[in-house]
């Protein structure tokens, strides 16, 4: 099995180029790279295995600045992934606000603060 066949649809990385795809199927991979902060190679990487899983196709199309480029869209499973792969990062985020927010109430209540100012740094005694 090809290495990019071995894509965990469920990281965030994942999940932004199945959203910025879906968003704007005329980008291209280095606007994608851009767009995410990531390497060009890693959305190389990222596009060819969501193609290889079926979750995108890509058509040639001709366009005035390039002479040859692709349009990308995400298929009826790329659609079901992107909805399953952003209930996961929800519930990962949330589970880890959750745990933050029980950290910072512990931390307040060592530090015998009933409520923190925005500026935090601001407030705390030298």
């Known amino acids: 099995m090809p290495n990019h066949l071995k894509l965990d649809l469920e990281t965030e990385e994942t999940l932004k180029v199945l959203r910025e795809i879906d968003s704007n199927p005329e980008m291209t991979q280095r606007e994608i790279s851009s767009r995410l902060g990531l390497s060009l190679g890693k959305i190389n990487f990222l596009v060819k295995a969501v193609i290889d899983k079926g979750l995108i196709k890509s058509e040639n199309f001709k366009n005035s600045k390039n002479r040859s480029a ?41 530090a015998g603060v009933v409520d923190l100012p925005v500026k935090v740094q601001d407030n705390i005694p030298s």
């Open 70 to 110: 692709y349009l990308y869209f995400l298929t009826p499973r790329g659609l079901e992934a992107k909805t399953k792969a952003t209930y996961y990062f929800l519930r990962r985020k949330i589970d880890e606000y959750e745990r933050l927010e029980a950290e910072i109430r512990q931390l307040k209540r060592e």
